[in-house]
């Protein structure tokens, strides 16, 4: 069984630009979640979704981030105008009926100069 | 508000000692509590799983967890340590909001000396 997929993996972007990663989580897991890690800390929730319906984007950090998932199956984060602050990995996982397990993606490396 | 804490940055470690990585959780509810690992440039995987039942769980590759309810505490154990768990152990809590998400401590570094 394959498990999530993420691309690209590394991307290195000036400031102001935009950038956008996609995920394709296990099949058949309806629960998809982004998350963000900067460098030396724990990973820390972004958004999440159950099929193609947002259930929390409450900690999206601006208007500058914005998440979709249209078909309940894959989906892309999309960063608009990226900031140094920005640089971070940011990790795909998805989980069964909103199961507690979650399973990750190898996640997106992202570097704002 | 909930929360995790892994109150060490960073332990060293002797090949073949013994390792116990600290976690204490702050959550008002029925915790499930999860340590992952994370080998340089690659995502989570997940060591062990921590559902309400029996406090000491078994987790991949000689790891155990011990849960206490009156410490609010999920301690990672390994009785001998080898080079390939240099890596860093993140403990996490799961939260009921419509679904359920994960809220990650700062992550401990395992280094492993020879």
């Known amino acids: 069984e394959a498990g999530v997929t993420q691309s690209p993996r590394y991307a290195v972007l000036q400031e102001g630009q935009a950038v956008s990663f996609w995920c394709d989580p296990i099949s058949g897991h309806d629960t998809l979640y982004w998350y963000q890690q900067p460098r030396d800390q724990g990973p820390q929730l972004l958004v999440y979704f159950r099929d193609e319906a947002v259930i929390d984007n409450s900690q999206l950090p601006s208007d500058r981030f914005s998440a979709v998932r249209p078909k309940g199956t894959n989906s892309t984060l999309k960063i608009q105008s990226a900031k140094q602050g920005d640089t971070a990995t940011y990790l795909c996982?998805?989980?069964?009926?909103?199961?507690?397990?979650?399973?990750f993606g190898p996640g997106t490396r992202l570097t704002v100069l | 508000a909930q929360s995790v804490t892994q109150p060490d940055a960073r332990v060293t470690v002797s090949e073949g000692a013994s390792l116990q990585l600290r976690c204490k959780y702050s959550?008002?509810?029925?915790?499930?509590l999860f340590w992952y690992v994370q080998y340089p440039r690659q995502g989570l995987q997940l060591l062990l799983k921590y559902y309400p039942g029996d406090p000491v769980v078994q987790g991949v590759n000689g790891f155990e967890a011990e849960f206490s309810k009156s410490n609010s505490s999920f301690h990672l154990r390994k009785a001998s340590v080898h080079w390939s768990d240099w890596a860093v152990y993140f403990c996490?809590?799961?939260?009921?909001?419509?679904?359920?998400?994960?809220?990650f401590g700062t992550g401990t570094t395992v280094s492993v000396s020879p």
């Open positions: 996982a998805s989980s069964f009926r909103g199961g507690a397990e979650q399973f």
């Open positions: 959550y008002f509810g029925t915790p499930y």
């Open positions: 996490a809590v799961s939260i009921h909001q419509g679904g359920r998400a994960l809220i």
